[in-house]
């Protein structure tokens, strides 16, 4: 069975940076392109950041670029968020995904096949 877990999230001042961290189980992560996406109340769920199997190629959304920086460690089955200068409007529930067989990465939720259940993150002003 598949798991994926997101943890690190939390309350922060605006300005202020989070680590989020996704955990795999079940799932060979070398082979998947891994990505970040965030959902707002009220609002779509909207992609933030994704990287390809092999760590190489990373792509942001541009409200998150020269801020966020993902990554991930193949051996260890993990992905990462490194989230600097946090704004109010970023608060949301952020999710981890891995995507489809044959993804190199993407921006669209759509090619994504397991979901974490959400980690919280707040900003507060």
């Known amino acids: 069975q598949v798991q994926l877990v997101e943890s690190g999230g939390g309350l922060v001042q605006a300005g202020g940076s989070l680590r989020l961290s996704c955990a795999a189980s079940?799932?060979?992560?070398?082979?998947?392109?891994m990505g970040w996406f965030r959902q707002a109340p009220g609002k779509e769920r909207e992609f933030v950041s994704s990287?390809?199997?092999?760590?190489?190629?990373?792509y942001y959304a541009d409200s998150v670029k020269g801020r966020f920086t993902i990554s991930r460690d193949n051996a260890k089955n993990m992905v990462y968020l490194q989230m600097n200068s946090l704004k109010p409007e970023e608060t949301a529930v952020y999710f981890c995904?891995?995507?489809?067989?044959?993804?190199?990465?993407?921006?669209?939720?759509?090619?994504?096949?397991?979901w974490g259940q959400g980690t919280q993150v707040t900003v507060s002003s």
């Open positions: 079940g799932l060979t992560l070398s082979t998947n392109a």
């Open positions: 990287i390809s199997w092999s760590g190489v190629n990373m």
């Open positions: 995904a891995a995507g489809r067989s044959g993804i190199f990465w993407s921006t669209s939720s759509s090619d994504y096949t397991y």
